[in-house]
């Protein structure tokens, strides 16, 4: 059973860090390409940041490009997302997913990506 479990969302204030990690079981996390998205409440899911099986290539969205970093770890399974100078708007629920698809680069796109954790939320206050 494929299982991917995100922890490290939290209320920060305005400015500060978050780092996510995310914990891939069931599957040879190194055959798959991975991502972050977030979503807000009436808001469609949107792709934040995308990586290839290797780490080697990453893409970001504008959003987030020059404050969020994404990286794997494929020998514990795990894809993280170090989040620097929060705003008000990186707000929302934070999910990881990996797809069987070599294509990493932008768009991030949801419907391809064929696992999904269950989202960890982070609030940023102003």
């Known amino acids: 059973q494929v299982q991917l479990m995100e922890s490290g969302g939290a209320s920060v204030q305005a400015g500060q860090s978050l780092k996510l990690s995310c914990v891939v079981s069931?599957?040879?996390?190194?055959?798959?390409?991975a991502a972050w998205f977030r979503q807000t409440p009436g808001k469609e899911r949107e792709g934040v940041a995308s990586?290839?099986?290797?780490?080697?290539?990453?893409a970001y969205e504008d959003a987030v490009k020059g404050r969020f970093t994404i990286y794997r770890d494929n020998d514990k399974n795990t894809l993280y997302l170090q989040m620097d100078r929060l705003t008000p708007e990186d707000t929302g629920m934070y999910y990881c997913?990996?797809?069987?698809?070599?294509?990493?680069?932008?768009?991030?796109?949801?419907?391809?990506?064929?696992?999904w954790g269950q989202g960890t939320q982070v609030t940023v206050s102003s």
């Open positions: 997913a990996a797809s069987s698809s070599r294509r990493w680069w932008l768009p991030i796109r949801a419907d391809e990506y064929h696992y």
């Open positions: 990586i290839n099986r290797n780490g080697g290539n990453f």
């Open positions: 069931g599957l040879t996390f190194a055959d798959y390409s």
